[in-house]
């Protein structure tokens, strides 16, 4: 009988805590943070996309952090390849072993995490622009993981797609 009345003052608190959590968590005073648990795209949103709402979301295996729309979806293939993906366009990252290749258009400076990258820039024949080869080397022993590689994309030429695309690759942080 004692035992009971033990738990009962635990059983309270922890439904007290679920309520209080569950309350943040709904009315969007809290954003919980992304893991690396798969995650299928099922709908991609045909309207504006609004910043005022914005979904963090951060991979210890790949080395970092973003911020994206909530209006945008994520698609984490494995551990080593996520995808951003929205109505303006599409944000791909790898976790690579090796960095290489000629960039066969042009290069164009582009800051994220406070740093300027030289990467790959092309307008496809439909407009829509891409940026490709933002690589980031991460200073690791021989024979681990070597960094990773961001491809970005805009579905058409619009300047506003463009604009998105970029704040985007703005939000991103390098942890490694």
């Known amino acids: 009988m004692d035992k009971q009345k ?3 003052p635990i059983a309270v608190v922890l439904l007290i805590a679920a309520a209080i959590s569950g309350y943040l968590i709904y009315s969007g005073k809290i954003d919980l943070i992304q893991t690396n648990q798969p995650k299928k795209i099922t709908e991609i949103y045909n309207e504006p996309t609004d910043f005022s709402k914005v979904i963090k ?7 970092i952090t973003a ?12 551990p080593r390849v996520i995808s951003f993906s929205g109505p303006e366009g599409q944000i791909n990252i790898n976790k690579v072993d090796s960095f ?18 030289a990467v790959c820039y092309s307008i496809k024949d439909n407009g829509a622009e891409a940026w490709e080869q933002i690589t980031k080397e991460f200073k690791v022993p021989i024979g681990e993981i070597r960094g990773v590689v ?3 994309y ?17 939000t991103f942080k390098f942890t490694n």
């Open 57 to 63: 979301y951060q991979s210890f295996d790949l080395g």
């Open 154 to 170: 805009t579905n058409s030429s619009s300047e506003a797609e463009k604009e998105v695309i970029l704040k985007i690759l703005s």
């Open 100 to 117: 290489g290749g000629a960039c066969m258009p042009e290069y164009e400076k582009i800051k994220i995490d406070e740093e300027d990258f």
């Open 150 to 152: 961001i491809n970005a």
């Open 6 to 8: 033990g738990l009962a």
């Open 67 to 78: 911020e994206y729309p909530a209006s945008w979806a994520l698609n984490e293939l494995d």
